[in-house]
């Protein structure tokens, strides 16, 4: 038997990273949602609670810094300290061909990253090395996750330098659950990365406001719809330029339901909404001088308890109503709505809508 006891838990609890090694690894957009005082205890050295102070604010700046500087292509990782804390980043895309959960690069990074003991990670009295994993992942890849970090510690080898070990390594697994990205989790980043602070409308607010379309829409997700702005506003513009952006970021067609052939790829049904995210960053990176915003129409048009029936009749943000006769048409609906907010609240002078599919028309 291979020298190597796995064990799950639900916290693996507190631990300096001399006393235990540790390797933190996930998607980089889900290491992004894990908060730093979940975490700290399995970075921080133990001191006096001055200098704890002191030291927390310096690794807090160490922990961001080494996700920002993670780009994986398809993996990547990044020392925290020395050789003993390492986080290592899955790749960020999968093809439609492979699970979501990355079990193969999953695998492949706990044999590479995962530190190496010295004797200060010798437990004297029973001769164990003890390592620590933390897995950041969505609730739904948890087992697919677990099965793929068992398969990195084998629980039988034939090679008998293995065999004649007398050290055991107790690894510790612990698994952080994120919830599934928020649609304008995208957003908020560029948006930090721009100093610019999203506006953002979500849930029964949509609805409260009068944003029928959009709300109407998305409400029966388990994710709530929302509307979502980034402005650019400098001094000495001359104009102003709204970029309207339909994302959907998944399309079942609602009640109106989609076959079997059609629904495969309406996770591309939010291009709209990504091509405006991409062009406003690229040109406010570039020191554009007008008032420039980008409004984003956020929804997943889910089948549900409260989705919106044929028939049914919804209040736009204009004043407008409409009547459904097919819920598979919800693109003009959030449209709708993002571009009268445009208008009326924005005060645009050149409004451009972007769009990835309208009727039988592909536009990519």
Same mark, same amino acid.
């Given at each position: 038997?291979?020298n190597v006891?796995?064990?799950?838990?639900?916290?693996?609890g507190?631990?300096?990273?001399?006393?235990?090694?540790?390797l933190?690894?996930?998607?980089?957009?889900n290491?992004?949602?894990?908060?730093?005082?979940?975490?700290?205890?399995?970075l921080q050295?133990?001191?006096?609670?001055?200098?704890?102070?002191c030291?927390?604010?310096?690794?807090a700046?160490?922990?961001q810094?080494a996700?920002?500087?993670?780009?994986?292509n398809?993996t990547?990782s990044?020392?925290?300290?020395l050789?003993?804390?390492?986080?290592?980043?899955?790749?960020?895309?999968v093809?439609?061909h492979?699970?979501?959960?990355?079990?193969?690069?999953?695998?492949?990074?706990i044999?590479?990253?995962l530190?190496g003991?010295?004797?200060?990670?010798i437990?004297v009295?029973?001769f164990?090395?003890?390592?620590?994993?933390?897995v950041?992942?969505?609730?739904?890849d948890?087992?697919?996750?677990?099965?793929?970090?068992a398969r990195?510690?084998?629980?039988f080898?034939?090679?008998?330098?293995?065999?004649r070990?007398?050290?055991?390594?107790h690894?510790t697994?612990?698994?952080?659950?994120?919830?599934?990205?928020?649609p304008?989790?995208?957003?908020?980043?560029?948006?930090?990365?721009l100093?610019?602070t999203?506006v953002?409308i979500?849930?029964?607010?949509?609805?409260?406001r009068?944003?029928?379309?959009?709300?109407g829409?998305?409400?029966?997700?388990?994710?709530?719809?929302?509307?979502?702005?980034?402005?650019?506003?400098?001094d000495?513009?001359?104009?102003?330029?709204a970029?309207?952006?339909? %994302?959907? #970021? *998944?399309?079942?067609?609602? $009640? =109106?339901?989609k076959g079997?052939?059609? &629904?495969?790829g309406?996770?591309?049904d939010?291009?709209?909404a990504?091509?405006?995210?991409?062009a406003?960053?690229a040109?406010?990176?570039?020191g554009?001088?007008?008032n420039?915003h980008?409004?984003f129409?956020?929804?997943e048009n889910?089948?549900?308890?409260?989705?919106?029936?044929?028939?049914?009749?919804?209040a736009?943000?204009s004043?407008k109503?409409v009547?459904?006769n097919n819920?598979?048409?919800e693109g003009?609906?959030v449209?709708?709505d %993002?571009v #009268? *907010?445009?208008c009326?609240? $924005? =005060?645009?002078d050149?409004?451009?809508? &972007?769009?990835?599919?309208?009727?039988?028309q592909?536009?990519l």
């Amino acid at each position: 038997m291979a020298n190597v006891v796995l064990e799950f838990k639900v916290s693996a609890g507190d631990s300096e990273p001399q006393s235990r090694p540790v390797l933190i690894l996930g998607q980089q957009n889900n290491l992004q949602q894990v908060s730093w005082s979940h975490i700290k205890g399995k970075l921080q050295p133990v001191v006096s609670k001055e200098v704890r102070e002191c030291y927390s604010w310096v690794l807090a700046s160490t922990w961001q810094a080494a996700l920002n500087a993670l780009n994986p292509n398809p993996t990547d990782s990044c020392p925290l300290y020395l050789n003993q804390a390492v986080v290592a980043a899955l790749p960020s895309r999968v093809s439609r061909h492979n699970t979501p959960a990355s079990v193969h690069f999953l695998s492949r990074l706990i044999r590479s990253c995962l530190p190496g003991g010295n004797n200060r990670c010798i437990v004297v009295s029973s001769f164990i090395r003890v390592l620590s994993i933390t897995v950041v992942c969505e609730r739904s890849d948890v087992f697919a996750s677990a099965c793929a970090v068992a398969r990195a510690f084998p629980l039988f080898t034939r090679r008998s330098a293995s065999s004649r070990r007398t050290e055991k390594k107790h690894v510790t697994v612990e698994f952080v659950a994120v919830a599934n990205v928020c649609p304008f989790q995208e957003i908020k980043a560029v948006g930090s990365e721009l100093g610019i602070t999203p506006v953002i409308i979500r849930g029964e607010e949509l609805k409260q406001r009068g944003f029928g379309g959009i709300y109407g829409v998305g409400k029966a997700a388990e994710n709530p719809p929302a509307l979502a702005v980034l402005s650019h506003t400098p001094d000495g513009a001359t104009q102003t330029i709204a970029w309207v952006g339909k %994302g959907i #970021v *998944y399309d079942t067609g609602g $009640l =109106s339901i989609k076959g079997k052939t059609t &629904m495969p790829g309406m996770k591309r049904d939010c291009g709209g909404a990504a091509a405006v995210l991409g062009a406003f960053k690229a040109t406010i990176k570039q020191g554009f001088k007008d008032n420039l915003h980008a409004v984003f129409c956020l929804a997943e048009n889910s089948v549900g308890p409260t989705a919106t029936r044929p028939d049914d009749i919804h209040a736009l943000y204009s004043g407008k109503t409409v009547e459904i006769n097919n819920t598979d048409a919800e693109g003009r609906l959030v449209l709708a709505d %993002g571009v #009268v *907010y445009a208008c009326k609240d $924005l =005060s645009a002078d050149i409004i451009l809508d &972007m769009a990835t599919l309208t009727g039988a028309q592909v536009s990519l």
